[in-house]
């Protein structure tokens, strides 16, 4: 029960309306990324990032709650509206939610959509609030070995079960890792790949790498194809979205199932919430089968709910993953964990000790944050489908000139302006041939994580190798990591011997 | 997932990178030009290996030292590469069945007028100042996506950096080079 009281003191900090401000602004422009086409909440945390250093820590990560859950509430609406998923994570909801919106079901998919958010959201920040701090407590005996093997855990799992083909997602990975050694070696203080250029010896900034291959990379990539795709358009939503009870007791089963599946994700780093709502659509798909009048194929509230709430449940775990070890899952607490990074802040076990009020604050948040998006995206859901209407030259030029912004912001040198334009070249060419862009920036966060460990762990044992295997808990993650690649195998044969289905 | 049709010569709008020949209609290089990113990759790790090779390691420095990590990177990135190339040359990417669609091109015009967007606005910020520069690089990228009306962009494109002036300069205090503005405001 010490995790309520503390919870408790986090609510006092978090209600304060100047933190409730943030929380709100957060949520608002969350919600409103979420929307627009090709955004998603890890771009927009990349691009608030610099311009937060003015804000004290508090403030900024309560805003980055509401930006990083009101991604989620978002990126369906244009999924259900446009048949074109704003993320990722959306994708699953699309199938039934676009079927629902052309029979004139809109409003509820919108509905269902927001609502399932909403649970599995809240279902598993509550999990995190009672279950963080004691993995905190089993985090605290990880020595660098440990720290080596969740890194590479981490490595692995994202680079091989998100992209479509293994080879791409390692080398995405390889990419962030060689990005990330650059710059002057913390242990022995050599200079590295920095062909003597001072501007370098810090290394390349986080903020660069994010904001190229993700926002920049991603505005050259529509400029690549914006004469040459379909205009795409969207379904009117009429009257608001509103759910009777009937549909809310058909949805209900479908949202606990999808948090159920949502849950356990946000711990492992398959990098982000793509793989649980897929499995939750599947699952739900399945299940409908079996029933006496198959709701599936003509527009499945159970389609959309199951998705949604295994998207926001896997981010809520997700926070508590980088929280308590500090092990970012997903490309958006990635980001989240180099902000904690700006800050002097290390997330991990050490950081429920040393930075109590920050934690439970921010967790506090994550709650307030939540009913707030409801309360942005239930009744006002048709006002946000309005952003679409916003014409795409000024979206994406607005979008660099934020880049721009961002990047001088951070640093007021024109080298970064230049890297980053490189690294956007780097993104585009890698989101043109497939290539998954989430362990670029796992490579990038955790490389320097990797190293280190590794490093330290080889030394103190002179040189053996055998010291990165030596403890239950590296068995244990390489065990996992194993059942992970041995899953994904699995899951990639029925795919294939079911792909005329 | 953005397909590519490299060799439909009919379209008038041939999509290609500056290494690939001219070919006749599914030539070798159709289906394959994904092979840049094998080459980005082993570039990476050339500049990798010249690091390794040059780095001024100091004296005392424990083992393993700073090229130990990228030694195993540069070793990862290069087997990569190859294994990137034979996948790309074995199996090339699909042609899409819709022969002579040009929008399975990439639109190297608006790409390089992004691009030449962006590096104005890198080179002109401190010299010509946010404002103009900025308003630069919103006009431009507008255009490159196809906004039909450039006289009225102009005047949107000054807003909007004025805007940013005055919400990060003046509000946040963040300090956004005046340039040739010097004095005029701020």
């Given at each position: 029960m010490e995790s309520l009281s503390l919870l408790m003191e986090g609510f006092s900090q978090a209600l304060t309306p100047m933190n409730l401000l943030w929380v709100f602004v957060g949520a608002f422009l969350g919600t409103a990324v979420g929307v627009l086409p090709g955004l998603g909440s890890s771009m927009a945390v990349a691009l608030l990032l610099p311009v937060t250093f003015s804000l004290d820590p508090v403030g900024a990560f309560i805003m980055f709650a509401g930006v990083y859950f009101g991604g989620l509430f978002g990126d369906s609406t244009m999924g259900i509206l446009m048949n074109t998923p704003g993320g990722a994570t959306a994708i699953a909801t699309t199938f039934e939610g676009h079927r629902m919106a052309k029979l004139g079901r809109a409003p509820q998919a919108l509905a269902t959509s927001a609502i399932g958010a909403f649970i599995g959201g809240l279902i598993a920040t509550t999990l995190v609030v009672f279950f963080a701090p004691k993995l905190a407590d089993i985090a605290v005996m990880f020595g660098p070995a440990?720290?080596?093997?969740?890194?590479?855990?981490?490595?692995?799992?994202?680079a091989s079960v998100v992209s479509d083909s293994v080879v791409k997602g390692l080398s995405a990975l390889v990419i962030g890792l060689a990005l990330a050694v650059v710059g002057i070696d913390g242990i022995s203080g050599a200079s590295r790949f920095t062909a003597d250029m001072p501007q370098l010896f810090d290394g390349i900034s986080i903020i660069v790498i994010t904001v190229g291959v993700l926002a920049l990379g991603e505005v050259l990539h529509v400029a690549s194809r914006i004469h040459r795709d379909p205009k795409l358009s969207a379904i009117a939503v009429s009257g608001r979205p509103y759910l009777s009870k009937r549909e809310f007791r058909e949805a209900l089963p479908a949202w606990l199932r999808g948090t159920a599946f949502g849950v356990p994700f946000g711990v492992i780093p398959v990098g982000g919430a793509e793989v649980p709502t897929f499995m939750a659509y599947g699952t739900e798909r399945q299940l409908d089968r079996k029933r006496r009048d198959p709701q599936f194929g003509n527009g499945a509230i159970r389609g959309v709910a199951a998705p949604e709430a295994a998207g926001n449940a896997t981010s809520g775990t997700a926070m508590g993953a980088l929280l308590a070890l500090g092990l970012p899952t997903s490309a958006t607490a990635a980001i989240m964990l180099a902000a904690f990074q700006q800050y002097g802040l290390q997330p991990g076990p050490l950081l429920f000790e040393r930075n109590a009020d920050l934690v439970w604050a921010l967790l506090a948040s994550l709650f307030v944050g939540l009913v707030m998006l409801l309360v942005l995206n239930l009744p006002f859901a048709p006002l946000w489908a309005k952003l679409l209407l916003i014409p795409k030259p000024y979206l994406y030029a607005g979008i660099t000139v934020f880049c721009g912004l961002g990047?001088?912001?951070?640093?007021?040198?024109?080298?970064?302006?230049l890297?980053?334009?490189?690294?956007?070249?780097?993104?585009?060419?890698l989101?043109?041939?497939?290539?998954?862009?989430?362990p670029i920036m796992i490579g990038v966060?955790?490389?320097?994580?990797?190293?280190?460990?590794?490093?330290?762990?080889?030394?103190?044992s002179g040189g053996e190798v055998s010291v990165l295997v030596h403890s239950?808990?590296?068995?244990?993650?390489?065990?996992?990591?194993?059942?992970?690649?041995?899953?994904?195998?699995?899951?990639?044969?029925?795919?294939?011997t079911r792909a005329d289905v | 997932m953005s397909v590519d049709a490299h060799g439909s010569p009919d379209t008038g709008e041939l999509a290609r990178t500056p290494e690939q020949p001219l070919e006749g209609r599914h030539g070798f290089w159709t289906g394959r030009s994904g092979l840049v990113v094998a080459g980005i990759l082993a570039a990476i790790g050339t500049y990798l290996v010249v690091g390794i090779v040059t780095m001024d390691v100091p004296a005392g420095a424990k083992v393993p030292g700073p090229t130990f990590f990228p030694i195993l990177i540069a070793i990862a990135v290069f087997v990569?590469?190859?294994?990137?190339?034979?996948?790309?040359?074995?199996?090339?990417?699909?042609?899409?069945?819709?022969?002579?669609?040009?929008?399975?091109h990439t639109d190297w015009k608006s790409l390089g007028l992004v691009f030449a967007s962006f590096l104005a606005f890198a080179l002109l910020l401190v010299p010509v100042g946010w404002l103009i520069s900025a308003a630069l690089l919103f006009w431009g990228v507008s255009r490159a996506l196809g906004s039909r009306r450039p006289l009225f962009d102009v005047g949107l494109a000054l807003v909007f950096s004025s805007c940013i002036q005055l919400a990060f300069g003046a509000g946040l205090g963040l300090n956004l080079p005046a340039g040739i503005l010097e004095g005029i405001y701020g």
């Open positions: 440990e720290y080596f093997a969740l890194a590479v855990f981490a490595f692995i799992a994202t990047v001088y912001a951070t640093s007021a040198a024109i080298s970064d302006l890297i980053v334009l490189g690294i956007g070249v780097l993104g585009f060419v989101r043109r041939y497939g290539f998954p862009l989430a966060v955790l490389g320097p994580l990797a190293e280190t460990s590794l490093r330290n762990a080889m030394m103190s239950p808990v590296t068995w244990t993650l390489y065990g996992i990591l194993a059942l992970v690649l041995v899953y994904t195998v699995w899951r990639r044969i029925i795919s294939r | 990569l590469a190859a294994l990137l190339a034979v996948q790309t040359l074995r199996k090339p990417e699909p042609v899409p069945p819709t022969e002579g669609n040009p929008r399975f």
